[in-house]
């Protein structure tokens, strides 16, 4: 007992050992120098930065005749952020729920039975997990690059670029999901006489739902981040307020900015939370 723990221990350290070297050796490839983080006043616009976090502004630190009130202009943008990320996961819910329902086997008939129906199903199966393999591969800025370049900057092509990868993360996580939970319900349907579809339906599919259910509302935070992200290409979300402020050095702005997006992000996995728990009562 002891050498097996010895022998555990010992690999352990031979793990955390090998990924310290690599990120060495990623460092020195990537020519890092930690020194650079103290030159040129660095530190003094960091520390400059971080104090505006106490100080979150109410109104323009540069004011325009004539602009809308600061907080009012602050909340449209946070509502057109939420706008933008709601409506990239209306696109991507469906098509990735439906991905992963071909991409699983969970609800597959008895094969043994059905040979040529068993040959049909992988090759959906195989070609399902290659479609979610390429959504994926992309990340959404490069998939937004594409199509702004294609139709041009608009938010129809950044909720299509969000949609695209979107869809391919939550088909896999969902078939993982389904293929991963206790199947008992599920073999004691069959057992009685239930067909492959029913016994999904009705003995896995609402034992996997709250999990599903609390992916899909950490994958619409992760939408909100990228509507902000956008904002830096010229998509109107808080991103591009955030953008404008820094240009100007407005740091008390961006943080205004900020606490209204984490305000935003906190409802959300909050309200996910209270579905989730109503789910599994």
Known sequence: MNGALQRCAGSRRATLLGIALAALLCGWLLGL???????????????????????PALSYEDPVPGAQPFLLAALRSLLDTLRFAVLAMAVAV?????????AS??????????????????????TSRAAMAFARSIHELLWGLLFITAIG?????????????????????YSEMLEEHARDAQEALRSIGAGGLAAFAFGLLPRALPDIVSYTFYRLECAL???????????????????????????REIWTYLYLLFALVALIEWWGAAIRRRLKT
């Not at 469906?94 to 071909?102: I, K, Q, R, T």
């Not at 008895?110 to 040959?119: F, S, T, V």
């Open 94 to 102: 469906p098509c990735g729920a439906l991905l992963s329902f071909f």
């Open 225 to 251: 981040r990228t509507a902000a992200v956008f904002g830096f290409i010229g998509i109107e979300t808080i991103g591009y307020r955030i953008r404008l402020a820094s240009d100007e050095f407005h740091y």
């Open 33 to 55: 120098d930690p020194r650079r983080l103290f030159a040129d006043g660095t530190l003094g616009l960091a520390g400059e930065f971080f104090s505006a976090a106490f100080r």
């Open 105 to 126: 086997s969970a609800w597959w008939p008895d094969l043994r039975r059905h040979r040529a129906l068993g040959l049909a199903l992988r090759a959906l199966h195989s």
């Open 153 to 173: 900057l608009s938010s129809e092509a950044a909720v299509i670029a969000v949609a695209i990868p979107y869809s391919g993360i939550l088909a896999k996580i």
